[in-house]
């Protein structure tokens, strides 16, 4: 069976290390899906989940939140470089759902104070909260 290496690294280290049939991401352009033998590339990704289906019994998927970063295939060899990373299992869905409160609390003040800076880093942080919570409900 053929097989992709699939490695995710932030700044506090490699995040996630392992084999793969399949990965799909959403980059600046739309969705992406990588199969062993995928053309070399270089892409922007997006705040989303990655979906990564692993070499094993029983076709695991893993699903890993990302806060955008770039992802490279080269040779069967995904490189995915994010500032943050976390799998489902590593995901406090409650604390997600309250900084998505929080985020949209944000949005609501920044919009009184008509702050378009402020505003779009609450968004930001709504995005980052969403796929939080998104990837931990897998």
Known sequence: ???MTVQIVTPDGVRYDHHATYVQCRTSVGEMGIYPGHSNLIAPLEIAEIKVRRIDDDNHVDWI???GGIIEVADDLITIVSDS???ERD???????RAKLVAEQEIQRAQAAHSIDQERRARVALQRAINRIHVGRH
Do not use: P
């Not at 995901?91 to 759902?97: L, M, N, P, T, Y």
């Open 85 to 87: 990373a976390e799998r």
């Open 1 to 3: 069976m053929k097989q």
């Open 65 to 67: 939140a990302v806060n």
């Open 91 to 97: 995901i406090d869905v409650s604390r997600a759902e």
